[in-house]
């Protein structure tokens, strides 16, 4: 019981309003299909939940852990973990704006439809996936490129080619919510609803041929101020995803 678990990049991410104490988002994410962690179900006498794998954070800090919590109460599912450990082989660096905590939970909320029979469609799964980040609704649906609004629980199919997507990530551990304190205090803008249609109706090969890397994500310049040593990274046709400290390139333009 092996699944992979899929990084994404924002092709364009916008601001669009406040809501509380969250950002509404107006972007277009692309799965990028030669990163992906693996999510493994194997036999385990441990009776308890747990998770094996490298990671950077504590058990209670885990999304995967995070979504178990959520979904312990459904019929099945205590039970079937008593008997199953979730192993994760990692391949997508953490904090990195490439979504690989992202992924997992939403891997693993999917595998667990499936395999502890709970019968939840994908609009079901978005509303516990909402619950443990922004971008985890996005991979519950398994789309290859979506727009994605709101707080991230607004996921759209948007048609076109898929892209054949580059990544590098630099030894830089971006702070997402330091760089959300940065946007509001000195970078604030709001996307206008005719530019955001625009974009949402344009092909992401289109959006980068027209964008820099600036234009292309609002949050690239306040991660820049408080991690200068990005700007090395900032070369010609490469772009930065979500808070990062990831950047990508379409390669070849396929």
Not at 34 to 52: G, P
Not at 67 to 73: N, R, V
Not at 114 to 140: M, R, T, W, Y
Request: hydrophobic fraction near 35%; charged fraction near 25%.
């Amino acid at each position: 019981m092996s699944e992979k678990s899929y990084a994404k990049v924002n092709i364009f991410l916008k601001i669009a309003d406040k809501r509380e104490n969250y950002h509404e988002l107006v972007s277009r994410f692309v799965r990028v299909h030669n990163l992906y962690d693996t999510v493994s179900y194997i036999q385990s006498s441990r009776k308890a939940f747990d998770i094996i794998g490298d990671f950077g954070c504590k058990l209670e800090s885990n999304t995967v852990y995070k979504a178990y919590k959520l979904i312990e109460h459904f019929d099945g599912v205590e039970e079937f973990f008593k008997n199953y450990s979730v192993k994760i082989d990692k391949n997508i660096p953490e904090f990195a704006g490439l979504g690989g905590g992202s992924s997992n939970a939403a891997t693993f909320l999917i595998m667990s439809n499936k395999h502890c029979n709970l019968n939840l469609s994908k609009d079901e799964l978005c509303k516990i996936a909402v619950q443990i980040g922004a971008d985890v609704p996005f991979f519950v649906y398994e789309y290859d490129s979506a727009n994605v609004t709101g707080i991230g629980e607004v996921v759209e199919k948007f048609d076109e080619e898929l892209l054949n997507i580059d990544t590098i990530t630099p030894s830089i551990k971006c702070n997402t919510g330091e760089i959300f304190k940065i946007f509001r205090e000195k970078f604030y803008k709001q996307i206008s609803k005719e530019e955001a249609n625009r974009l949402l109706n344009m092909k992401s090969i289109d959006i980068l041929n027209e964008f820099d890397i600036k234009k292309a994500n609002d949050l690239y310049e306040p991660s820049l101020s408080l991690y200068p040593q990005l700007s090395d990274y900032a070369k010609e046709n490469w772009y930065f995803s979500g808070s990062g400290s990831s950047f990508f390139k379409v390669n070849n333009g396929k």
